[in-house]
């Protein structure tokens, strides 16, 4: 009966030109589609098989079992991808078994799996796409391959199981929020090469305590380790330009911070709440005559000279130039992005909560975008628009079109 049912699975992709569903009780299920690809459906898992290209990707699962084993191949051809949203309905599934064909995992493609334990990633992967283990909650420790380069956006938010993990030698890129709401990790080692933290990267960690970054990082983009409250250890490197929004924001654990010369920018709400309990300070480990200098005396921010004595005379510095910020470049970034868009979403909330969130003067024309003296969730929404048009759309749009 095994063979009698084989045959008519391989009879069926071998005739895939005609419109025929093999029946269930054949043990599979083969549709063909239009172009003559075709779907067949084994363990509960929809696999796609490409004619023109003789691979095979997943494209649903609807196991209920606690562990999952994919195949290196389905009638005859590797299984090479895993399609977006793939096992978001596997609630169940605590182990995943990935085949070493596979080469491509798209987006949010292990999203969902909230009580996934244990998965590997094969090791001809290169990029871990944006949102790929988003919420898989039960996950505590998940090994990259070597050959990856980057880690896109919310690759592994909301993660908050997640323990330990190791980001490969040759990562230069960490998309925003990649890591955002991993309540458990505690330590985190950025490979050299990277040169930003973007936005929210790090959000939310609540149990973050040390952060090691490499020599090769210029930017600490908005609220990249915002509510990390145990974080008590981070080393920033020479070569630092700037460090954005609320960076450091309610890091209350975060006693003393030494910035290098090479720093160029810090906005004023950066260490926002940081150590502001009673019994603690947060002290700027500065260098004599620096930007940092200048910015701990202007901000009366408990400071040390790292090159001197620990004198608090004023800084012999020049007034700091003023860069102008591009309409919508919140961040000072040099480009108008879905992080600018949010984050005056965010001074909008604060707004009407009744707070008064801190803001240079370039910041707050920077938000104003419509130029009504207000910053409110309009602006939020216009420099998403202008984003998505001349970014996402690639179609050239001035300000004056956004907003008439």
């Not at 380790?225 to 920033?236: D, M, Q, R, T, V």
């Amino acid at each position: 009966m095994k063979q009698i049912k084989s045959i008519l699975c391989a009879a069926a992709v071998a005739l895939s030109g005609m419109a025929a569903v093999i029946p269930a009780e054949a043990g599979c299920a083969l549709t063909p589609s239009a172009n003559n690809n075709l779907y067949i459906t084994e363990n509960d898992v929809e696999y796609f098989i490409n004619s023109r290209e003789g691979t095979v990707s997943v494209r649903t699962c609807k196991s209920t079992a606690e562990e999952i084993v994919i195949p290196e191949s389905v009638e005859g051809k590797p299984v090479v991808g895993i399609l977006r949203s793939a096992f978001s309905s596997c609630d169940n599934t605590k182990k995943l078994v990935l085949p070493e064909t596979v080469t491509e995992i798209a987006n949010y493609g292990l999203s969902g799996m909230a009580a996934l334990e244990e998965v590997n990633l094969p090791a001809a992967l290169e990029k871990i796409e944006g949102s790929v283990l988003q919420k898989c909650e039960s996950l505590e420790t998940v090994t990259l391959p070597e050959n990856i380069t980057e880690i896109g956006s919310y690759a592994f938010s909301g993660c908050k199981s997640l323990k330990t993990i190791v980001i490969p030698d040759k990562v230069t890129t960490i998309g925003s929020s990649a890591f955002i709401n991993c309540e458990a990790l505690t330590e985190i080692t950025i490979p050299e090469g990277v040169t930003r933290i973007p936005t929210f990267c790090f959000s939310g960690c609540t149990s973050l305590t040390t952060v090691n970054l490499p020599s090769t990082i210029t930017a600490i983009d908005a609220e990249s380790f915002n509510l990390c409250g145990k974080l008590s250890k981070i080393n920033l490197p020479e070569g630092l330009k700037t460090i954005n929004n609320f960076a450091f924001s309610n890091d209350k654990s975060l006693r003393t911070l030494i910035i290098p010369r090479s720093v160029e920018l810090i906005t004023i709400n950066s260490f926002y709440k940081c150590a502001n309990n009673a019994d603690k300070k947060f002290t700027l480990g500065v260098y004599k005559d620096s930007y940092a200098h200048q910015y701990a005396v202007e901000q009366k921010y408990d400071y040390f000279l790292v090159d001197g004595e620990n004198e608090t005379t004023e800084p012999e510095v020049k007034e700091p130039e003023v860069k102008e910020q591009a309409n919508g470049d919140f961040d000072g970034d040099g480009a108008v992005g879905a992080e600018d868009a949010q984050n005056v979403l965010n001074v909008y909330a604060e707004l009407i909560a009744g707070n008064v969130p801190e803001l240079t003067d370039a910041q707050k024309k920077a938000a104003d975008v419509n130029g009504d003296g207000e910053i409110d969730s309009a602006d939020a929404q216009y420099i998403l628009l202008y984003y998505v048009q001349n970014v996402i759309a690639g179609v050239p749009t001035t300000w004056e079109e956004i907003i008439k």
